[in-house]
């Protein structure tokens, strides 16, 4: 007996693809932002989008996981739709709004403009008003598209928009739904236990059912990347883990590899400024004082550590404000406690 053997068109992207600094989308009056992906970061991406599961992304604030998000939706051409969870969000919002308010205006209103009173010689009329009035109230009118939503069904939730009267989110330039989208829920560890436990039938079954509707609403043509981070603040179920790939971004923890790991960002951020010897040095002693502060804040036990993000802020700031290389490192150090010292002082 033969066997044949099938070949399929290979659709995983090699991290030598991506390895250049990539420039994100730039926010008007904002800085501009680079990525640069590191092959672990990049193959974790890969094995989500493989097996159609989020990628929870952990680590301390300001490692760089929000921004992994923007650069994969960059690489992959795919539009992004993210939501910044809180301690008041609701497992729900992530995937469909019901807007009671607006609902309960349109009842007084049809209410004042309705038929008032029963007349034997209008009941064909009062019917009408009245399946009029369900119709205008339909629970799913008033029922907007999430983050989710719009993650799993992109032409779907635009159309539930325009029923509502609500934003349609347009795709960036150079992106295109049809490839799939990428959606960032951003510090789930805010919430409480019940929204990572209800994301568990959408997340896992890609598709739930909103408010409103006799059909769910289901993940359409390639499953979206959903990127899910995490400040490590709360304990997730672990059934909640369990559906998802995990990727955990960290510092190193010695000084020199964390030296070298700084500077490497700061080429990447600042490419301009790379060309220069006495910037290089700059890079070098900014991230000579980020050590030292994070050796002495982990030695006290004081929070939040100064991360790459301070390190990010301290030369921007310098670099922005300091146009004479000799004089950037007496600024350095005037600054300093301000980017890199944001615990509180220890008690005496």
Known sequence: MSQRQVTRRSRFLPWSAVSA?????????????????????????????GACRPLLVRGEPGVGKTQLAAAAAMVL??????RVVDSRTEPRDLLWEFDAVQRLAEAQIAGTLA???????????????????????AVGKFVRPGTLWWGFDWNGAAEQARLTGSQVLKPPDGTDPQHGRVVLIDEIDKAEADVPNGLLEALGAGQFTALGREEPVKAQGDFPLVIITTNEERVLPGAFIRRCLVLHLKLPSEPKPLREFLVRRAKVHFPDEAQSP???KLFEEAADLLIADREAALEQRLDPLPGQAEYLDLLRAVVTLEGSPGA???????????????HEEPSP
């Open 115 to 137: 038929w008032r009173g029963p007349d034997e010689n209008n009941a064909e009329r009062h019917q009408e008003q009245t399946m009029l009035l369900q119709s205008r109230l």
């Open 21 to 49: 600094p990539i420039k994100l989308a730039a926010h008007e009056g904002l800085p501009e932002q680079f990525h640069e992906f590191e092959e672990e970061s990049w193959l974790a991406i890969q094995g989500a989008l």
């Open 328 to 342: 950037r490192n007496s600024l350095l150090q005037s600054i300093r406690r301000f980017t890199l010292q944001k």
């Open 77 to 82: 051409k795919r539009p992004l739709v993210s």
């Open 278 to 280: 006495e910037s290089i």
